[in-house]
C-alpha cells in the first residue's frame, strides 16, 4: 500500500470531521491584506488537515471535471452508468478498507460506437483523484496483444502486458475473441492468466473487458468459471439517442472553438 494511498483513504475517514480552522478566519485575518490572510490559513493547517482538504478537492474534480469526470458521461441513457460511478464514490467515503481487497474490475456490453473507450478513461480518471489508483492511464489491449501464435509463450505474455496496466486501468476491448478462436490460439491460457492476475494484484487495477453482450457472456465469462466473481461491475450500455449524439457533438464543437454562439433554434436542443 502506496503512502499517498494511505493517506487518501485515511483522508475519506474523516470527510465528515468538523472543520479545520482555515474555515472560520480570524478577526486579524480578516483585518490583514489578502496575502496575509492566505499565509495565515496555511501556518494554521495541521497535516491531516492539509490531507482532507486535498481528498475534498480531488472528490470534487472526479465528479465535476468537465473532460474526465463523472459529469462528462453524457446522456440520458448513460444514468446508470453516473450512479456506478458514484457509488463507488459513496460506498469509499463510507468505508475505505472495502476498497483494499476488493475486485474492482468492471464488465461492459454494447455495440460499436457506445462509449466503452470514453468510460475507461472516466474510471480511471475517478479512482485516481480518489487515490484507489496512482495513475489515471488506461491501458487500451486487443486480443492479439495478449494472445502468441507460439506453442507455450501466451502465458509469459499475457502476464507482462498486464504488468505494464499496474496502478492504472487495463481496457480490453472485443475481450470475446480471446476464446472464440478455439484451442489453437491458445486463448484458455491467456484467460487464465488474466484470472492469475487479477486475483495477485488484486486492488492494485481496474481491469475492464468490453464487448458484445451475448459474445462476452458465453465466450468471455463462459470460457472460464473464475471470471464472473472477478468482474463485479457491469454495465449494459444502449445505444445513443440522437438528442444525446447531437449534445456530445456540440460539446465537442464547443470545447475547440469556445467563442461559437449558440442561435436561438439550437439552443432547445443543447438543454443539457
Known amino acids: 500500500m502506496t503512502i499517498r494511498r494511505c493517506q487518501c483513504l485515511a483522508a475519506f475517514g474523516t470527510l465528515r470531521s468538523t472543520s479545520p480552522c ?11 491584506g489578502t496575502a496575509d490572510l492566505v499565509t495565515a490559513k496555511i501556518n494554521c493547517l495541521s497535516l491531516g488537515e492539509v490531507a482532507i482538504i ?35 464514490i459513496f460506498i ?18 454494447g455495440g460499436s460506437g457506445t462509449g466503452k473507450t470514453k468510460l475507461a478513461n472516466v474510471v480511471g480518471y475517478v479512482f485516481q483523484k480518489l487515490g484507489v489508483l496512482l495513475t489515471d492511464n488506461v491501458l487500451v489491449l486487443s486480443p492479439a496483444s495478449l494472445v502468441s ?20 486501468v487495463v481496457f480490453i476491448d472485443e475481450a470475446y475473441q480471446i476464446a472464440r478462436a478455439g484451442k489453437q490460439s491458445h486463448g484458455d491460457e491467456a484467460l487464465g492468466e488474466i484470472v492469475n492476475f487479477l486475483d ?36 449494459d450500455l444502449s445505444n445513443y439517442t440522437p438528442a444525446d449524439l447531437f449534445n456530445i457533438f456540440w460539446k ?3 470545447a475547440n472553438l469556445p467563442a461559437v454562439e449558440l442561435d436561438t433554434p439550437l439552443k432547445r436542443y443543447t438543454a443539457r
Not at 469509499?92 to 456490453?109: A, G, K, Q, W
Not at 501464435?149 to 492504472?168: D, F, N
Not at 486492488?203 to 463485479?232: C, H
Request: with cysteine.
Open 92 to 109: 469509499l467515503s463510507r468505508n475505505s478498507s472495502l476498497f483494499m481487497d476488493t475486485f474492482m474490475n468492471l464488465l461492459l456490453t
Open 252 to 254: 465537442t464543437v464547443h
Open 200 to 235: 495477485k494484484y488484486i486492488g492494485l487495477s481496474v481491469v475492464i473487458v468490453a464487448g458484445y453482450k451475448d459474445e462476452m457472456m458465453k465466450n468471455f465469462l463462459g470460457a472460464n468459471e473464475g471470471l464472473a466473481r472477478r468482474f463485479p461491475l457491469r454495465l
Open 54 to 88: 486535498n481528498t475534498r478537492n480531488c472528490l470534487i474534480q472526479a465528479v465535476t471535471n468537465p473532460d474526465n469526470g463523472i459529469v462528462s458521461i453524457l446522456g440520458d441513457e448513460r444514468e446508470e452508468a453516473r450512479s456506478v460511478m458514484c457509488q463507488q
Open 149 to 168: 501464435m507460439w506453442v507455450g509463450s501466451t502465458a509469459g505474455r499475457t502476464m507482462g502486458v498486464l504488468m505494464k496496466g499496474l496502478e492504472g
Open 22 to 32: 482555515w474555515l472560520e478566519p480570524s478577526a486579524a485575518g480578516e483585518a490583514a
